[in-house]
């Protein structure tokens, strides 16, 4: 099993930043995908961002392209996401997924999510 806790959200006004935490613990792995998905009230959850297990391969959503950026430690099993130039748009409560290759499909591990209020 595979506990992740977000931490880090909270309210800010617009154009303010904040930085997500990402910390797993648990069974370890060799490697794993890390990323950020978001919901606001009445949407469907969205991909935010992904980064690859070394690094060097992320994706960002076109909304946030720019003004977030994801970053990992594994060392520290944590991984983060820090959000620039915020609007109120961005509400919601954000949440971390690690994905894990599994025999036949990939196996997803969530976090408990954290808030994120932007203040216009």
């Known amino acids: 099993q595979v506990q992740l806790v977000e931490s880090g959200g909270g309210l800010v006004q617009a154009g303010g930043s904040l930085r997500l935490s990402c910390a797993a613990s648990g069974r370890t792995f060799s490697s794993y995908t890390m990323s950020w998905f978001r919901q606001a009230p009445g949407k469907e959850r969205e991909l935010v961002a992904n980064?690859?297990?070394?690094?060097?391969?992320?994706y960002y959503a076109d909304s946030v392209k720019g003004r977030f950026t994801i970053s990992r430690d594994n060392l520290k099993n944590t991984g983060y996401l820090q959000m620039d130039s915020l609007k109120p748009e961005d509400t919601a409560v954000y949440y971390c997924?690690?994905?894990?290759?599994?025999?036949?499909?990939?196996?997803?591990?969530w976090g408990q999510g954290t808030q994120v209020t932007v203040s216009s």
């Open positions: 997924r690690v994905r894990i290759p599994g025999y036949l499909l990939p196996i997803d591990y």
């Open positions: 980064i690859g297990w070394s690094g060097d391969a992320t």
